[in-house]
């Protein structure tokens, strides 16, 4: 059984950072291609940022220079480093996995991730 298991999230300043982890259970990441979602209150989910089997990322142009992500194939783990921290990153957060190599346009296609986290709340007070 395929489970992410999301973690990091938590309260935090605007400017500040928080480094969420996502592990993975029952599904090799190593060739698989993982992103980070989110969702804000009212608005639709939408993709933050992916990695694909060869390393390659994409970010959403709201958070390139500031969110970083990455995956460590030992721990079977994917994480999101943001910093710079803003008022509009409040979201629920979700991992996501899939075994399709993703390339561009992926981060708008939530329907082709097969397996999704059940998301870890992050809140920036301004």
């Known amino acids: 059984q395929v489970q992410l298991a999301e973690s990091g999230g938590g309260s935090v300043q605007a400017g500040g950072s928080l480094r969420l982890s996502c592990a993975v259970s029952?599904?090799?990441?190593?060739?698989?291609?993982l992103a980070w979602f989110r969702q804000a209150p009212g608005k639709e989910r939408e993709g933050v940022a992916r990695?694909?089997?060869?390393?390659?990322?994409e970010y959403a142009d709201s958070v390139k220079g500031r969110f970083t992500i990455s995956r460590d194939t030992a721990e079977n783990t994917v994480y999101l480093q943001m910093d710079s921290l803003m008022f509009e990153d409040t979201a629920i957060y979700y991992c996501?996995?899939?075994?399709?190599?993703?390339?561009?346009?992926?981060?708008?296609?939530?329907?082709?991730?097969?397996?999704w986290g059940q998301g870890t709340q992050v809140t920036v007070s301004s």
């Open positions: 996501a996995a899939t075994w399709r190599y993703c390339t561009g346009g992926y981060l708008s296609a939530v329907e082709k991730f097969d397996y």
């Open positions: 029952g599904y090799d990441i190593s060739d698989k291609c």
């Open positions: 990695i694909n089997r060869n390393d390659l990322q």
